[in-house]
């Protein structure tokens, strides 16, 4: 299955669920009397919004390269994880809010006793969006999308905003009406967390940053393990998206034919993008060695 078609099969199953969520909790806050509940529900069905973001923001990466864009289109992918991630941070800035506001009105002190019906909903809540997340992040490190990676976070800040829900239900119908507001305080600071973090991810793929050192020690083994490299003089890495863009230079024999050097750069090119599947391109140049044995005795 392309990776095209397992964003769209993941994306489909989170939007069923999120409408389907969204519909119960918003049933349940209103017979059951939870405006918890209620918020609950908004928050879900933002979740279908974010959810075709990525949908829309991976095909348009999935495009093949153009005039306009003869690198291809995988940044775009990028944009919809910092999209999503600006909308998980106002997310997790939109709870806070709410919950800073109870808490200096007194509502939470006049409102109505939840009913057992908002307790149930929000266990099933919290169960659902927890496997919807465990669910979407393994296809997200799979094909190594960070959009997807940002709509399975937006999961299970549902799942955590239900857990505020769950608790400030069970406070209330104990008599101790500040959890809820206060649970929900501690929750946004986790979702803002997980906002940052995506959104750093996606900028770093956004500006050309190098791929991590354990992935370039294991390029440079298998560079200098090919016959006819001397030396590795340089290695570069950018990451471009979910892809990687490598540049290499190589010491080889001055004296062999330029037939015989390119043998040896369309090996080390061919051995690179075969080993690192995430390398979208390999290019590599090849230095004489004589060329610099005779500028090192001058």
């Excluded at 290695?235 to 990687?244: E, V």
């Excluded at 390999?282 to 004589?290: E, L, R, S």
Aim: with cysteine; hydrophobic share 45%.
């Amino acid at each position: 299955m392309d990776n095209n078609r397992i964003v769209t099969k993941v994306s489909l199953v989170s939007i069923i669920v999120n409408i389907a969520l969204s519909v119960i909790k918003l049933l349940a806050g209103i017979f059951a009397h939870s405006a918890a509940m209620i918020s609950d529900a908004v928050h879900s069905a933002s979740d279908v919004f974010s959810t075709i973001i990525v949908i829309l923001g991976f095909r348009i990466s999935s495009k093949a390269p153009d005039k306009e864009h003869p690198y291809g289109h995988e940044r775009f992918e990028c944009a919809a994880g910092l999209i999503l991630s600006v909308i998980l941070f106002v997310t997790g800035l939109g709870i806070a809010k709410s919950s800073f506001d109870t808490i200096i009105s007194g509502d939470y002190l006049t409102a109505k006793i939840p009913g057992r019906a908002a307790l149930i909903t929000a266990v099933i809540s919290i169960l659902s969006k927890e496997a919807l997340y465990r669910y979407t992040i393994i296809y997200a490190k799979k094909i190594g999308s960070p959009s997807l990676k940002a709509d399975a976070w937006h999961h299970r800040s549902d799942a955590l905003s239900s857990v505020g829900a769950f608790i400030g239900i069970i406070g209330t119908r104990l008599g101790f009406a500040l959890c809820e507001p206060a649970a929900c305080l501690v929750i946004c600071l986790f979702i803002v967390k997980a906002a940052y973090e995506i959104f750093k991810e996606s900028l770093d793929k956004m500006v050309d940053k190098a791929c991590d050192e354990q992935l370039q020690q294991q390029m440079r083994e298998t560079i200098t393990s090919q016959d006819g490299v001397e030396k590795l003089i340089e290695l570069k890495t950018r990451m471009f998206a979910s892809k990687i863009y490598v540049d290499v230079i190589i010491a080889a024999d001055g004296n062999l034919s330029l037939e015989n050097a390119h043998k040896i750069a369309e090996n080390v090119h061919h051995s690179i993008e075969k080993q690192f599947p995430d390398v979208k391109h390999c290019m590599v140049h090849v230095d004489p060695t004589f060329c610099k044995n005779r500028q090192e005795g001058k």
